[in-house]
């Protein structure tokens, strides 16, 4: 598994390296066979250090903790810990789905807009028909069942997850409703 270990204004040295590598290294083990990369960034705020972890699995599924505390190695402690309990949810969903996916989840590429936001009421009524494009970025669309869709979201922590369903082969979106329950959209492609 490949590590990327950063700080952000914060100097990261080789013993925290060392640490978050043999520590974060056995969890995912533990719970993922084919683990290909992980994100850990360290950042300050006010007087507490703040850890937050990316882990993408071959599958396809990305899982993510952060954590914060007054010290750096129980930062990073707090969120391996919540890692964990993630990653072992994850393995018995998959358990009790009864789905061993064999083959890595299919990456399909897109295109990400962030639009600028409008300033007030009186920029609505001269507002355009076609909105200011801030920032493009690739995004990447995973090709997934509904049930594994629903899984990536809540790993994520996510309030939506747009998605290739693999039986219909469109584009599908989960996401968390205010009632707390999930919804899904599979449009109709009337031919």
Same mark, same amino acid.
């Given at each position: 598994?490949?590590?990327?270990?950063?700080?952000?204004? @914060?100097?990261?040295?080789?013993?925290?390296?060392?640490?978050?590598?043999?520590?974060?290294?056995?969890?995912?083990? &533990?719970?993922?066979?084919?683990?290909?990369?992980?994100? @850990?960034?360290?950042?300050?705020?006010? /007087?507490?250090?703040?850890?937050?972890?990316?882990?993408?699995?071959?599958? #396809?599924?990305t899982a993510q903790a952060r954590a914060h505390a007054t010290e750096i190695y129980s930062a990073f402690d707090q969120c391996? =810990? &919540?890692? =964990? &309990?993630? %990653?072992?949810?994850?393995?018995? $969903?998959?358990?009790? /789905? /009864?789905? *061993? $996916?064999?083959?890595p989840v299919e990456v399909f590429g897109g295109s990400s807009y962030i639009l600028a936001a409008e300033e007030g009421p009186?920029?609505?009524?001269?507002?355009? %028909?076609?909105?200011? @494009?801030?920032?493009?970025?690739?995004? $990447?669309?995973?090709?997934?069942?509904?049930? =594994?869709?629903?899984?990536?979201?809540?790993?994520? /922590?996510?309030?939506? %997850?747009?998605? $290739?369903? =693999?039986?219909?082969? #469109?584009?599908?979106?989960?996401?968390?409703? *205010?009632?707390?329950?999930? #919804?899904?959209?599979?449009?109709?492609n009337d031919a």
């Open positions: 598994m490949q590590y990327q270990i950063s700080g952000k204004q @914060i100097d990261i040295g080789d013993a925290l390296q060392v640490h978050v590598k043999d520590e974060l290294g056995g969890v995912v083990q &533990k719970y993922a066979e084919r683990p290909t990369d992980a994100q @850990i960034v360290f950042s300050k705020n006010a /007087h507490e250090f703040v850890c937050e972890t990316t882990v993408h699995l071959s599958t #396809g599924l391996a =810990e &919540k890692m =964990e &309990k993630q %990653l072992r949810r994850y393995k018995r $969903r998959l358990k009790d /789905h /009864h789905r *061993d $996916r064999a083959d009186e920029e609505a009524d001269n507002a355009q %028909l076609e909105p200011m @494009i801030i920032a493009e970025m690739e995004t $990447r669309i995973p090709s997934l069942s509904v049930g =594994e869709a629903v899984m990536q979201m809540e790993l994520a /922590h996510a309030p939506v %997850l747009v998605f $290739r369903n =693999e039986k219909t082969d #469109g584009l599908n979106v989960v996401y968390r409703r *205010d009632d707390g329950n999930i #919804g899904w959209v599979d449009p109709k």
